[in-house]
């Protein structure tokens, strides 16, 4: 089966649809400038932000009067330019974020309690804001799933929506991300000590760290002979793509860029091509000190010699973290139909262990293009796009076999500090230290070490580490903040932090979709092993009871619950 | 100079969650990072915010970290060289 995409729909720093985006891209114009909403004390910190307000953006959207999370707004009018381009229907959405409804916890962090700020109560969830999104666009949707994975979510996506279409699950997909600037993870970043004061400079030698931005981008893509009988324009196809943990750190990649490197072979060879078939390398280069080399020691793994044209197009829209993946497909989209290469912008010099990427935008036909997205605790997702269709394996029906259920273990008993030793659980909560050893012991359980695949459901995501870092953020006037709550704050940091004390490269995700987060990724674990992609699974359902969000939740008659669960699954 | 190394090693096990130790367990002149107490890039940002936090100090550049966080002692003599409070 060959898998097309026939429409794309983007907003970013550098313009509110594809054809704004274009002529930036070409016009090598940056959108990175200083912040006019976000309303940040770090005035002097420089991102890619939307220039539109909320109120604007909520009339783009044609949103009135219902409380809206910019992030849902961004993804809205993004989507609905995919649809247009596509002129069909589709059944599925999966459209990844992190920050989800965030920019309004923060903005009524103090006033819950007054006027009609509790409507926004709910939206804090990431998968309450995709669902804004899903409403607003009156599609059929049958499935909808919100990866959460931080800055590889909406590559996470598009993977998920291609297996769905592979195995006959779904007919058309709308598929990507969406991320607006919060203070939250802005103030996260800035106690990483990564936010450059200056302009980002992917891959030069004297880059100083990122950029945040903010925007959306999604594909809908669907099986090629639908498209073709509806007589709607091709513009390209999903050629392969893969997802790995480097396994290695929470925030740090690897030297050696492993994870990176499983992830981009792991694409090539779904897609059935050889590196010197790539014609352009859309990197994940946000221009930390880290990322950068790590990333170009994966790259020089891959292509030695032969390096193809690679960019980062950081430089133009900033970092949208979980949008970026779904944001960088789009512009990889673009390069391919106006045949252009985008210039890494502000790139000078190169240093030992750099790849030297392009610093002018070159004009040439391209053919098959792959685009890196990396997120936190090293999950490292690459897509390739090319321009001609390539032949993917359809489902062969398999049964799933749950092999065992392991719940919430006791704290007293020692059974958590027999699998997770007090050095690897330093940084960890209580609950965390509870949630890796649930796992670690339903794995041991079942005599399964690694399995292929790690994948955890949750409705809030790591609840406590977030609201910790909120506090204090609100209460320090986001001055003095420690940085590991921020680390241990996104969704996936279970799933990451199993893969690294278990050194597991597979697969690595996590979904937040209310109460059907379980399904959705019991959903993935089926797709994929239908399609051979996996064999065994570890599924992990957890959310953590936390005081301070219980206050909120009060509010709305509603309380957060301790859950954790393991299964494993073989097929 | 003693007594402001006492005190560091309190601050550390605290802002590091080393809780099985005691400022004993440290020796002030063991390396923190690599070999010692082992420490690695999230520890070294948790150091420069609490150099922020307890004595005033602030790091713009979080490379500048290696030279001061080599040992509890040269982190004191940093300390007692340029903190505001």
């Known amino acids: ?307 193809p044209a690679v960019s980062s197009t950081k430089a133009f829209t900033g970092h949208t973290t979980s949008a970026s993946g779904g944001l960088e497909a789009v512009i990889c989209v673009l390069a391919m139909q106006h045949a252009f290469i985008p210039a890494n912008l502000n790139w000078k010099n190169t240093s030992e262990g750099l790849i030297v990427p392009v610093a002018q935008t070159l004009h040439r036909p391209i053919h098959n293009i792959l685009c890196n997205a990396f997120g936190f605790g090293g999950n490292e997702s690459s897509l390739v796009i090319c321009a001609k269709g390539r032949e993917l394996s359809e489902t062969v029906p398999t049964p799933l076999h749950p092999k065992l259920a392991i719940e919430q273990l006791p704290a007293e008993d020692g059974s958590v500090s027999r699998y997770v030793s007090p050095a690897e659980g330093r940084r960890m909560t209580l609950q965390t230290r509870r949630l890796v050893a649930v796992a670690k012991r339903a794995l041991d359980e079942c005599g399964i070490e690694k399995p292929d695949a790690i994948i955890c459901a949750t409705q809030w995501g790591c609840m406590l580490q977030s609201m910790r870092f909120l506090q204090d953020m609100m209460d320090y006037n986001e001055q003095q903040l420690k940085p590991t709550p921020f680390i241990q704050s996104t969704h996936n940091t279970i799933a990451s932090l199993i893969a690294i004390l278990t050194g597991n490269h597979g697969y690595n995700a996590t979904y937040s979709q209310g109460e059907r987060s379980i399904d959705c990724a019991i959903t993935d674990v089926e797709t994929q092993m239908s399609l051979g992609l996996i064999h065994s699974a570890l599924v992990l359902e957890f959310d953590e009871e936390v005081e301070k969000w219980d206050e909120v939740l009060a509010l709305i008659g509603d309380r957060t619950k301790a859950i954790a669960r393991a299964y494993v699954y073989t097929n | 100079m003693e007594q402001l190394i006492e005190q560091l090693k309190q601050q550390i096990i605290e802002s590091l969650n080393f809780e099985d130790m005691t400022p004993a367990d440290i020796d002030a002149d063991a390396p923190l990072f690599g070999e010692g107490l082992g420490l690695d890039s999230i520890d070294a940002l948790e150091l420069i915010m609490l150099l922020d936090r307890e004595y005033g100090i602030k790091l713009a550049d979080p490379k500048a970290g290696k030279a001061i966080f080599k040992s509890v002692r040269i982190m004191a003599e940093y300390i007692q060289a340029n903190r505001t409070k």
Not at chain 1, 46 to 65: H, N
Not at chain 1, 241 to 255: G, I, K, L, M, R
Not at chain 1, 287 to 305: H, M, V
């Open chain 1, 1 to 307: 089966m060959k898998i097309a995409i026939t429409g794309i729909g983007a907003i970013s720093a550098i313009g509110s649809n594809c054809a704004e985006m274009l002529e930036a891209l070409q016009a090598g114009r940056s959108g990175i400038g200083k912040m006019r909403f976000l309303g940040s004390t770090h005035t002097d910190i420089p991102v890619g932000e939307v220039p539109y307000s909320d109120a604007e953006l909520k009339q783009m959207a044609g949103i009135t009067d219902e409380p809206a999370p910019r992030t849902s707004l961004l993804g809205i009018i993004a989507a609905q330019e995919a649809l247009r381009m596509a002129g069909t229907q589709c059944d599925v959405f999966i459209s990844g974020t992190t920050v989800g409804g965030m920019d309004l916890t923060e903005q009524h962090w103090y006033d819950y309690a007054q006027s009609k700020a509790v409507e926004n109560i709910r939206l804090h969830e990431a998968g309450e804001s995709t669902n804004l999104i899903a409403h607003a666009l009156h599609q059929p949707f049958t499935f909808v799933a919100t990866p959460s994975t931080a800055c590889s979510s909406a590559l996470n996506a598009v993977m998920l929506g291609a297996n769905l279409i592979r195995s006959g699950k779904a007919k058309a997909a709308l598929v990507g991300g969406a991320e607006s600037l919060s203070k939250f993870h802005l103030n996260g970043f800035n106690t990483l000590m990564i936010l450059d004061r200056q302009p980002c400079r992917p891959f030069d030698a004297d880059r100083n760290g990122l950029n945040l931005g903010e925007g959306a981008g999604y594909l809908v893509i669907e099986r090629e002979e639908d498209a073709l009988a509806r007589g709607t324009h091709i513009l390209g196809y999903i050629g392969g793509y893969a997802n790995t943990c480097d396994a290695f750190h929470q925030t740090a990649s690897s030297d050696n860029g492993e994870g990176a490197y499983r992830a981009m072979k792991g694409a090539l060879s779904m897609a059935n091509l050889l590196p010197a078939e790539i014609d352009y390398v859309n990197a994940h280069g946000t221009a930390t000190p880290n990322n950068d080399l790590s990333e170009s020691a994966a790259l020089l793994r891959i292509f030695g010699e032969n390096m």
